[in-house]
């Protein structure tokens, strides 16, 4: 599975998990939207960050709290392209497991 593959699916899969999809739609945004809060997308992006990291293959995503608050006025396509840029397949030096 490419990495790109992986994220779009944990990012489907974890809004599946919070019960806003069906129906998918990658234009929608995160925060006004599905009502995200600050809190509430950190825990989405942990979510994430855990689908990845024990999917197979492992992949390795980091945010931080600038990248949680860019997430709320995303879509969830370019949310998508914005978690795929931060992710990598090999594990940073200070890596973690969620």
Do not use: C, E
């Amino acid at each position: 599975m490419t990495q790109s593959i992986a994220v779009a699916g944990a990012i489907a899969n974890q809004l599946n998990n919070d019960n806003w999809w069906p129906p998918n739609d990658l234009n929608k945004i995160m925060g006004k939207a599905y009502h995200y809060d600050i809190n509430t997308i950190t825990n989405f992006l942990v979510a994430v960050r855990w689908h990845l990291a024990y999917g197979n293959p492992r992949y390795y995503f980091q945010f931080d709290t600038a990248f949680a608050n860019a997430a709320l006025g995303q879509s969830v396509g370019d949310l998508t392209g914005s978690v795929d840029a931060k992710t990598s397949s090999d594990p940073p030096p200070n890596w973690i497991n969620p």
